[in-house]
């Protein structure tokens, strides 16, 4: 997964909360609809709606709308296969790239 300061700042913030951990260990094993997902996470819809947009803009799981055979959309996420390889290295090359997007994205994130 090639990145630069803005999408590591993205990826660690989004990583950075134990339920949005919880939700991706859940999805692990396969894909699966936000109100299944919920019932096994005994977790609100919209609190999972909140997390799961975060963890998708992050990259870290995509989510697809696909119709039920009874005409009902029903949204499903999964977790793409990805390796982000965290070494000092790669934090100096990371904060090289950082632009003032990425300073104000991590200030904003800093209290979910």
């Known amino acids: ?3 630069n300061g803005d999408d590591l700042v993205k990826i660690l913030s989004a990583l950075g ?3 949005r951990i919880r939700i991706m260990a859940a999805l692990v094993p396969g894909r699966n ?3 299944q997902l919920a019932r096994e996470l005994q977790m609100s819809r919209p609190l999972l709606h909140l997390h799961l947009q975060r963890l ?3 990259g870290l799981v995509k ?3 696909e119709l039920s055979p009874d005409g009902k959309a029903m949204k499903f996420y999964e977790v793409p ?3 982000i390889d965290l070494n000092p290295n790669m934090i100096v090359e990371a904060a090289d790239s ?5 300073n ?9």
């Open 104 to 112: 104000e994205t991590e200030s904003r994130e800093g209290s979910s």
């Open 81 to 83: 296969p990805f390796s």
């Open 33 to 35: 609809y936000v109100s």
């Open 1 to 3: 997964m090639a990145m």
């Open 56 to 58: 998708e803009a992050a």
């Open 17 to 19: 909360n134990a339920q």
């Open 63 to 65: 989510g697809t709308l």
């Open 98 to 102: 950082l632009t003032e997007h990425g």
